[in-house]
């Protein structure tokens, strides 16, 4: 049981060890102060794409 437990908290530790800094990141990057230019960015992507069929 406690050789288990020892494993189940060795890789809680581990998950948080490897995907706390990119959480931590995406908390800052998508702040809503941030959402007007984000949208602003993603716009601007999606009209000034070509389109590959025109080839």
Not at 1 to 18: D, E, K, N
Not at 21 to 48: C, Q, R
Request: hydrophobic share 65%; glycine share 2%; proline share 4%.
């Amino acid at each position: 049981m406690f050789l288990l437990l020892f494993f189940v908290l060795l890789i809680q530790f581990s998950t948080y060890w490897v995907f706390e800094p990119i959480t931590s990141f995406l908390e800052n990057v998508l702040e809503i102060k941030f959402f007007p230019i984000i949208a602003l960015i993603g716009f601007v992507f999606l009209f000034s794409a070509k389109n590959i069929e025109q080839n």
